[in-house]
């Protein structure tokens, strides 16, 4: 005999309910949707995780990552996140303006470049655009991330890692070949064909996503192509 199981809830108590409630103000929301059910046989195709909602500063400074990967300039680096986590590791011995001392000896050339930072616990990969070009383009990113796909594959011990979206940055922003900023997975894709396959978080700004759903991981399933082209 078989028993109809309730519907699994969220939150204790009243909580599920006072939850639809909330959401009916104008707060961030991200829907998220799962891309497959969970299978005895677990598929096997490396993939991106992509951490939506997650505080990537907080996760760095518990330890849950042994790399990080961003970008860094040669001329002002104190608003980045790899000035702010030079700051609060108790065990760093970078500050912004050494950071950009460093920026600015590699600066030179017509191809990008990625910048070890050691910071004790976390390793920052910093990814220094070319010093001919104001802003970071997709070729750039494109040809970091197979540097800092060889990079992990040597080095095991930098793994897990973790990158930014580089998408809403000011000093360091990422352009297309129209000069607008791309979307969220073309640098995925970008990511991903480079070799990296660890997880990627999206810009804060992104956690209003809502009504438009994202999925958790990179590659996308086929049925959002399949609806790409008229399917269903």
Not at 10 to 23: A, C, P, S
Not at 106 to 118: N, P, R, T
Not at 123 to 151: H, W
Not at 198 to 208: E, F, I, N, Q, T
């Given at each position: 005999?078989?028993?109809q199981?309730?519907?699994?809830?969220?939150?204790?108590g009243?909580?599920?309910?006072?939850?639809e409630?909330?959401?009916?103000?104008?707060?961030?929301?991200?829907?998220?949707?799962?891309?497959?059910?969970?299978s005895?046989?677990?598929?096997?195709?490396?993939?991106?995780?992509?951490?939506w909602g997650?505080?990537?500063l907080?996760?760095?400074?518990?330890?849950?990552?042994r790399?990080?990967v961003?970008?860094?300039?040669?001329?002002?680096?104190?608003?980045?996140?790899?000035?702010?986590?030079?700051?609060?590791?108790?065990?760093?011995?970078?500050?912004?303006?050494?950071?950009?001392?460093?920026?600015?000896?590699?600066?030179?050339?017509?191809?990008?470049?990625?910048?070890?930072?050691?910071?004790?616990?976390?390793?920052?990969?910093?990814?220094?655009?070319?010093?001919?070009?104001?802003?970071?383009?997709?070729?750039?990113?494109?040809?970091?991330?197979?540097?800092?796909?060889?990079?992990?594959?040597?080095?095991?011990?930098?793994l897990?890692?973790?990158?930014?979206?580089?998408?809403?940055?000011?000093?360091?922003?990422?352009?297309?070949?129209?000069?607008?900023?791309?979307?969220?997975?073309?640098?995925?894709?970008?990511?991903y064909?480079?070799?990296?396959?660890?997880?990627?978080?999206?810009?804060?700004?992104?956690?209003?996503?809502?009504?438009?759903?994202?999925?958790?991981?990179?590659?996308?399933?086929?049925?959002?192509?399949?609806?790409?082209?008229?399917?269903?």
């Amino acid at each position: 005999m078989t028993s109809q199981l309730n519907q699994s809830r969220i939150y204790d108590g009243e909580g599920d309910r006072l939850m639809e409630e909330h959401l009916q103000e104008d707060v961030d929301r991200i829907i998220l949707l799962p891309d497959a059910r969970p299978s005895k046989t677990p598929d096997p195709t490396p993939r991106q995780r992509i951490m939506w909602g997650q505080h990537l500063l907080e996760d760095l400074l518990v330890g849950r990552y042994r790399s990080l990967v961003c970008a860094v300039n040669a001329h002002d680096n104190s608003h980045g996140i790899i000035a702010q986590l030079a700051t609060l590791l108790p065990t760093s011995q970078w500050d912004a303006p050494s950071i950009t001392t460093i920026a600015k000896q590699f600066s030179g050339g017509d191809k990008v470049k990625v910048l070890k930072y050691d910071m004790d616990t976390v390793e920052v990969l910093a990814l220094l655009r070319p010093a001919n070009r104001q802003q970071m383009t997709l070729s750039d990113l494109a040809q970091g991330f197979k540097i800092v796909s060889d990079m992990i594959r040597a080095r095991t011990d930098r793994l897990p890692s973790a990158s930014v979206s580089f998408l809403g940055a000011r000093s360091n922003a990422l352009v297309d070949q129209g000069g607008q900023e791309p979307s969220f997975e073309t640098v995925l894709r970008i990511m991903y064909e480079s070799g990296y396959t660890g997880d990627v978080y999206p810009a804060p700004a992104m956690w209003s996503a809502a009504p438009t759903a994202v999925y958790a991981r990179y590659p996308f399933p086929p049925s959002l192509e399949a609806m790409r082209h008229g399917g269903s």
